[in-house]
């Protein structure tokens, strides 16, 4: 069965501190890797996409990295902003067809001033 | 670019009455949709594939007679629930499949529904 954990379910943070979120999955085929940023009450909005070569993404303060060996990446954010406080949910995407997305739980973070 | 809107943003309506969601491409052709709900504190959850000219695919467990989706464009995708009930308030989001190098789905704003 296709499923995408992540880990933790939410974390809170101080402004300017650093933070890694968590994703394993059990997707196959595999065709990539996306981390969306979703604010409340917003559409997610994509922040990094891996395909199965690729070991680390960067986007500004975001970093992404994927272990194709393990099925395991992470999203690390570095100097936290007030406005990252978001849902960050891990999206791993079925190869073939119409490409189906499987997604995460979501990881809800907090950046408190 | 890969600009995806949806309207209304928010409706409230009574027990019984039917609301349509629009969802459209703006700058660029979609010939697959897709319609998605997400609960509070819950991630999406993948409702229905709208093609554009042809029926659209259901998810198990999603009634296709109560969500009405029309795919009769290649930047518009409408999704109407009907005889809606509170147990159908949610947050409605679409999504355009892309199909450049990244074959990326970009997603709308969403839709709040909130049935009384």
């Known amino acids: 069965k296709n499923q995408v954990e992540q880990s933790p379910q939410s974390l809170i943070i101080l402004e300017g501190k650093n933070c890694t979120l968590q994703?394993?999955?059990?997707?196959?085929?595999?065709?990539?890797l996306r981390w969306y940023k979703q604010d409340t009450g917003r559409g997610p909005v994509s922040l990094t996409i891996m395909t199965f070569s690729e070991n680390t993404k960067s986007n500004g303060r975001y970093t992404a990295t994927l272990d194709a060996d393990t099925k395991q990446s992470s999203l690390h954010i570095t100097a936290s902003q007030l406005s990252d406080s978001a849902s960050y949910i891990c999206v791993v995407i079925v190869s073939g067809g119409y490409n189906k997305l499987i997604f995460g739980a979501g990881t809800r973070l907090a950046v408190h001033p | 670019g890969a600009v995806v809107s949806q309207h209304p943003s928010w409706v409230i309506c009574k027990s019984g009455t039917s609301v349509k969601i629009e969802c459209r491409s703006l700058?660029?052709?979609?010939?697959?949709m897709f319609w998605y709900r997400q609960f509070p504190k819950q991630s999406l959850m993948l409702m229905a594939t709208?093609?554009?000219?042809?029926?659209?695919?259901?998810e198990q467990g999603v009634e296709k007679d109560k969500f009405l989706i029309n795919h009769a464009s290649l930047t518009l995708s409408t999704l109407t629930v009907t005889s809606a009930h509170p147990e159908d308030s949610s947050f409605y989001i679409c999504?355009?499949?892309?199909?450049?190098?990244?074959?990326?789905?970009?997603f709308g704003p969403g839709t709040r529904l909130t049935v009384l």
């Open positions: 700058d660029f052709q979609a010939t697959t």
């Open positions: 994703c394993n999955y059990t997707v196959s085929p595999f065709s990539n």
């Open positions: 999504s355009a499949r892309w199909q450049g190098a990244a074959d990326t789905q970009y």
């Open positions: 709208s093609n554009e000219g042809s029926k659209a695919t259901y």
